[in-house]
Each structure stands twice: as structure tokens, then as C-alpha cells.
């Protein structure tokens, strides 16, 4: 479990130069406004649909294969739009990082914090079932404005940038686990604890199942969530978190734990958890991070890449 930020002196080696000129760029758009950070990330977002083809080709793909029945005159109106709120999800992580606690809690709102509190007093963990929105980070930060939780995370390759999504992450949070460290889940949701785990992307064939996401009726889908609440003793609260429609603000949602879960039967446990994943994408379309190859797995190795 890492609880500090690690920083050495081999961070400052002229391999890592370029990168930290880039950071100190990126750390003083931070004393921008929320609307000019906001209108810059549109634009950059824009640029980037004209440069990076191949992630162009993966965004529309997912939205031809999830929403098969929309015309493609609004899949490709949503396509532009999720490609403006990923240019503003720069501004949201650095906002995340780097913001005070002060400044966080003049752009938040939080709706369900009492589901969070009842179910640590009743002697149980929290496992916050989130997706992959765009303003994640930002959901990660507020929340631990009123209770810091442990989040599970994949370390970084490049040093510097470990360093500083660990020191980010923490300014309002506990600790970060690997994402492989069940065991350690484990041992902080029977703390009680709270942590964070998403399922909605393709994390490879090895403990996956192939159950229906929107349209598409095989996707790869693990089944953790399962195995965490029954190992930690645990309740599962679907967690959401949007940039509200004014670019003024972030709104996170917790919602009630899910009743009647874990059951015995993991596959339909992850059918009702691509279900909620639905729900919360369904909030905010263009929010969700649709760049991502979510049905690169297929369900036979020989089977062609729909994409």
C-alpha cells in the first residue's frame, strides 16, 4: 500500500527535464478560471479528434457498437462532444492535483454522503463502483473531502509521473493500492474502509467473463467486485461524478449499497454491475472515456478484432 509520495534525487535527472518544464506549464493553468480552463480543454480536445487518428477510429467504433440503433448524425455529434470533454479532463486532473481544499470545495457538490457514513457505522467497508469519467479524478478528490478512502491504481511507468500522481491522488485520500493487490483490498475494506473499483474496461482474457455491455453481447468483464465485498465483508455504492453542464463545477453521487449482493452466482453479479455501469454512463455520454479499446478481448482467441 502506498501512503507518501516517493521522491529521489534521480527525478531530477536531464532525461526527466522536458517532462517537469511541462509540469510547471500544467501546474500554473491551475490559477486559471474554471470557465478559460474549460473553453482551452474544448479547443485542445478538437485538436486532438484532427491529430489522433487511431483513437479517433476507437472512440467512433465503440459508439457504433454500443448504440447500434443511433443514427450516425448523433453519433457523430456525441463524437465531437466527447472529444471536447477529454481536452477538459486535462484541467480536471490538474485541478484535482494541485487545487486547495478550499478552492475544491467552492466548485463541489455531493449528494448521498449519508449512504457512505451509515454503511461505515454499521461496521461494513464501502466499495465505490465507479466508471471511467472523464473527471474522475476530480470525483476522487472531492469525495475524500469528506471521507478519505484508499484508491486502487496502476503505478505509473515513468518515475516522475508515479511521483506525482501519487502525491496528487493523496491530497485528499489515504493511500493507493495496485490494482493486482487483492490482499490488501481486502485488509482495508475489513478495516472498514472505503476504496475505489471500476469494471468497465477490458482488463484482458484471465478472469473475465463475456456478458452483454449496451449492444454488444460479449464483453470481457471481470468479476472482482464479487470477490472483494464477499473477502471484505463489504457493501457495493454506485459512485458518479460529472463536470456539471455550466463547466462551473463538479457534482459527485453515491447511492444506496446494493441490496442483495454479492450473490453465489459471480456472472450474474457482473451483469448487474455492466447494468449500473450503464446507468451512470447514460448521465453523461460524452463524460464517459470512450477512447478506450473496451472489446479488444474477444471471446476466442481467433476470433477478429471488431476494431
Not at 451509515?118 to 464501502?126: A, H, I, S
Not at 456478458?211 to 468479476?223: E, G, K, L, R, V
Request: charged share 25%; net charge positive.
Amino acid at each position: 500500500m502506498v501512503e507518501k509520495a516517493q521522491f529521489s534525487n534521480h527525478l531530477f535527472h536531464p532525461k526527466f527535464w522536458l517532462l517537469w518544464l511541462g509540469v510547471g506549464l500544467m501546474r500554473l493553468t491551475q490559477l486559471l478560471p474554471l470557465s478559460a480552463q474549460m473553453k482551452i480543454g474544448a479547443g485542445l480536445g478538437r485538436l486532438a479528434k484532427k491529430l489522433l487518428g487511431s483513437r479517433v477510429h476507437t472512440a467512433k467504433r465503440n459508439l457504433e457498437l454500443c448504440f447500434p440503433d443511433m443514427p450516425q448524425a448523433e453519433q457523430e455529434v456525441l463524437l465531437n462532444k466527447n472529444f471536447e470533454e477529454t481536452g477538459k479532463a486535462i484541467f480536471d486532473t490538474i485541478n484535482a492535483w494541485w487545487w486547495s481544499d478550499d478552492k475544491i470545495q467552492r466548485h463541489m457538490t455531493i449528494k448521498g454522503q449519508e449512504h457512505v457514513e451509515q454503511t461505515l457505522k454499521d461496521g461494513n467497508g464501502v466499495i465505490l463502483f465507479a466508471v471511467h469519467c472523464l473527471p474522475l479524478e476530480m470525483g476522487a478528490r472531492i469525495f475524500g473531502q469528506f471521507q478519505p478512502g484508499v484508491g486502487v491504481y496502476r503505478p505509473h511507468n515513468n518515475p516522475v509521473m508515479e511521483y506525482l500522481q501519487v502525491k496528487g491522488r493523496l491530497r485528499s485520500n489515504k493511500a493507493l493500492v495496485p490494482k493486482r493487490d487483492i490482499r490488501q483490498m481486502v485488509r482495508c475494506l475489513r478495516s472498514p474502509d472505503v476504496i475505489w473499483y471500476t469494471a468497465d474496461q477490458d482488463f484482458g482474457r484471465s478472469s473475465a467473463t463475456f456478458i452483454p455491455f449496451f449492444a454488444m453481447p460479449d464483453a470481457a468483464t471481470i468479476t472482482g467486485a464479487t470477490t472483494l465485498a464477499r473477502l471484505g465483508k463489504a457493501k457495493v455504492l454506485p459512485f458518479s461524478v460529472e463536470r456539471n453542464t455550466d463547466d462551473k463545477g463538479y457534482t459527485i453521487e453515491i447511492m444506496a449499497p446494493l441490496d442483495s449482493f454479492p450473490t453465489k452466482d459471480e456472472v450474474e453479479d457482473a451483469k448487474r454491475g455492466n447494468g449500473i455501469i450503464e446507468q451512470i454512463i447514460n448521465k453523461n455520454r460524452a463524460q464517459y472515456m470512450w477512447l478506450h479499446r473496451r472489446f479488444k478481448t474477444r471471446p476466442n482467441e481467433s476470433d477478429p478484432s471488431v476494431y
